[in-house]
């Protein structure tokens, strides 16, 4: 009798088990997370990768954009009416801010000029419709229509008609990333309008509003306080609002009093954005004091 | 006259069913469709209740057709997701490499049950499919998401069936041509 062959045969030969396959793929992700969450490496290929999916993005736009375009079409003359009536009224009430612009422009030139101001911020910027948002639920993120290709660069401040939105943080050839100001590693130097306090406001992540951190329980801020941009991190120009303040929580054991804001801007449903251009007129960072003294320390340290 | 194949046999294909072996444009061509339903722009309830349809793609092909879709397969296809969602190289990744171990390690089983059962497991596959997502970003730093973030693999373990008969159809032979 012949023994029955114990080597499988090569038809059933699947090569490396999926044990031994997973052990090697799992390595890989460890390393590539690694390489990617320490050392930044992975750009490029990130780059890369983006552009072949980018036409992807671009069709899921398709059926967005022809659901418009067609009730676009059949929309009726009454809505039409009604929105032509809605723009003339809207426009009349703005009338006087529009008359007064100019002369404030001007008078605001004047001042500048006295105070020897530059222009810190040239007034161009670009606009950008929104593609998609990140599906990933720890981060505050969306994907914008233009890129590196349109002039947009990493650090940009993103704004939409009703104030920040958020900033540039990785640009692709033909989109851009941006972290809005819900993230929880987003920061957005604040000024209160009513009074002048400077502040930091903080992204909170998914789901939670944004906070002003550390701020002493007296002080000067109320609920229903607006706050703008202060301009001093040089990613936004001043005076663009940010958010409001909804509640203010003193509580006598803790340090710091708990300010809870809301956006202003439409951070998770607004299309259309602007990309501000970056203002460089911001003078050179000054030398650190410290420095010397820690060279000193060092070298000390080095003869012990 | 012509019956719809769905229509008379909804469900898996019975035992006495001979499928057509399935084609390798088709596993691809669903794969791509998997990586646009995740990449689809939507807020709001959608985007909190909304599955990862290519996980759900994946564990399809894995459990099915393992030949060709395994380990290796599940593993780039996550890399995929990780550049169209901006998050961490290889969390995606590592999270279907498991997934589609996993599938592999409990193919034979799944597929003795009917369908509303092979969901059950398949909930607790994609759970573990979040769970280590989530744990990649907790390592990294970000604090715990709330209770929801199991929603969707729940929704996708509904959707399950579904899924499973849609990618089925092209291999079920058509009744009119059986009989000819």
């Known amino acids: ?120 911020y040239a007034a161009s910027a670009t606009a950008v419709q929104v593609l998609y948002t990140s599906r990933d639920p720890f981060t505050q993120k969306v994907f914008v229509d233009k890129g590196s290709g349109a002039g947009i660069v990493a650090g940009a401040g993103v704004v939409d008609e009703n104030g920040v939105v958020g900033q540039v943080t990785r640009v692709f050839p033909y989109m851009a990333e941006v972290t809005l100001i819900t993230d929880r590693d987003q920061a957005v130097p604040v000024q209160v309008e009513r009074s002048g306090a400077r502040s930091v406001l903080f992204g909170n992540g998914t789901g939670r509003s944004p906070e002003l951190r550390f701020t002493s329980p007296s002080a000067d801020l109320r609920i229903g306080d607006r706050l703008v941009t202060s301009g001093l991190d040089g990613t936004y120009p001043p005076g663009l609002a940010v958010a409001q303040i909804i509640d203010v929580v003193k509580d006598a054991g803790q340090m710091f009093a708990r300010i809870v804001c809301k956006p202003l801007a439409g951070i998770d449903h607004s299309e259309f954005l602007l990309v501000l251009s970056q203002s460089t007129a911001m003078p050179p960072r000054p030398e650190e004091p410290g420095e010397a003294d820690t060279t000193k320390k060092a070298g000390r340290k080095g003869r012990r | 006259m012509r019956v719809l194949p769905s229509v008379g046999s909804f469900g898996p294909a019975s035992p006495d069913e001979i499928l057509r072996p399935a084609k390798p444009w088709f596993i691809l061509l669903s794969l791509l469709v998997g990586l646009v339903m995740n990449l689809a722009p939507v807020s709001g309830t959608v985007l909190a209740l909304r599955p990862d349809f290519l996980a759900l793609v ?66 607790a596959l994609l759970v573990i499919c979040a769970l280590i997502v989530l744990l990649v970003r907790f390592v990294g730093g970000a604090p715990l998401p709330h209770w929801q973030y199991l929603v969707p693999p729940l929704v996708g373990a509904l959707l399950w069936p579904i899924v499973s008969v849609l990618l089925q159809t092209p291999q079920r032979p058509s009744r009119s041509r059986t009989r000819n």
């Open chain 2, 58 to 123: 994946v564990l399809y092909w894995c459990i099915q057709q393992p030949r060709y879709v395994g380990v290796g397969t599940a593993w780039v296809v996550g890399l995929l997701m990780d550049v169209g969602d901006a998050t961490v190289f290889g969390q995606h990744a590592l999270a279907y490499a498991v997934l589609a171990y996993g599938a592999e390690y409990f193919r034979r089983r799944v597929l003795r049950f009917p369908l509303w059962q092979q969901a059950v497991q398949v909930a």
């Open chain 1, 1 to 120: 009798m012949r023994p029955i062959p114990v080597d499988t045969p090569a038809f059933f030969n699947r090569g490396p088990s999926p044990l031994a396959r997973l052990a090697f793929f799992g390595v890989l992700s460890l390393a590539l997370l690694f390489a990617d969450t320490r050392y930044r490496y992975l750009e490029n290929v990130r780059q890369v990768v983006s552009i072949a999916l980018y036409p992807l993005q671009r069709a899921l736009q398709m059926p967005g954009v022809a659901f418009a375009y067609v009730s676009d079409y059949f929309g009726t003359k009454r809505e039409l009416a009604d929105e032509n009536a809605m723009l003339k009224q809207e426009l009349v009430a703005r009338a006087p801010a529009i008359q007064g612009y100019p002369r404030v422009q001007e008078e605001n030139a004047r001042l500048k000029a006295l105070l020897d101001v530059r222009a810190q």
